[in-house]
């Protein structure tokens, strides 16, 4: 009897710092057995062999920065029948969309000694801008529990068990006190999906919002809670402009106390 061939999984990048690609790598025994479920096929992060699509499940990482990346990702589409984008890059835009709020012109002319040779577009923006994502997996870098856990969802033909709510229930859950009522420490953990384990406020730090804006979250009061532990509108741009600054509701945080 012959034997059902194991699904095609393909892994590609885009504008981005292979940071997640790595966190895959660093799965370890995990990927050994992701390994011996499915036919890697493509992933220049670990190999150089290439096979073309189709492909059961793809990973994108990274962001949609040149005409180039608008056209690949539509390709990209084509070709998987299971579409993934993971981390900051590909789900918001990555840090690359802090130029977002700028004059993309002006930064090429300084940076570069030809930039009539810089083919980039205005925006950094998400993948999900531009083709049907099936799922969304955040985090600079992702979680790789979650990472395996989206594959093992896709091999059980389940739906992946990711959390959506916020890093201050993870602090409650580990016990960690409150670093903006212990310390006054400003923290974007209120705002932020889990994916962590609350790393920063588990030492006494506050959130950067790695995993992005957690399901409804309330930006506006967090904002005015900083205010009161005397953060200065500059202040909450820049922290709301991080590794998330696309992200929809930071971004929309960000632009109201930029006008202030």
Known sequence: MTKAPKPRLAVFKLASCDGCQLSLLDCEDELL????????????????????GPYDVVLVEGSIT??????????????ARFL???GACATAGGIQALRNNKDVAEFTRAVYASPQ???????????????????????????????????SAFLNHRKPVVPTYSVCVECK???????????????LGPVTMTGCGALCPSYARGCYGC????????????AAGWTHLG??????????????????PFRRESEIHERK
Do not use: W
């Not at 995993?211 to 967090?222: I, R, V």
């Open 117 to 151: 040779y810089i083919e980039t577009l205005n925006k950094s923006t998400p993948v999900v801008d531009h083709v049907f994502v099936d799922f969304e997996l955040r985090g600079c870098p992702v979680s790789k529990a979650q990472l395996v856990e989206v594959l």
């Open 84 to 86: 993934v984008t993971i």
């Open 211 to 222: 995993f992005g804006p957690m399901e409804t979250p309330n930006t506006s009061a967090l």
């Open 231 to 248: 953060v200065d509108n500059g202040g909450i741009v820049r922290a709301f402009r991080s590794f998330n600054a696309g992200a929809e």
């Open 33 to 52: 057995a992701v390994a011996g479920a499915v036919d890697i096929v493509n992933f220049l992060e670990a190999s150089r062999a290439v096979e073309k």
């Open 173 to 187: 859950r580990r016990g960690t006190p409150c670093v903006m009522v212990a310390h006054g420490t400003p923290c």
């Open 66 to 79: 040149t005409p180039h990346d608008a056209e690949r990702i539509h390709q990209i589409r084509r070709s």
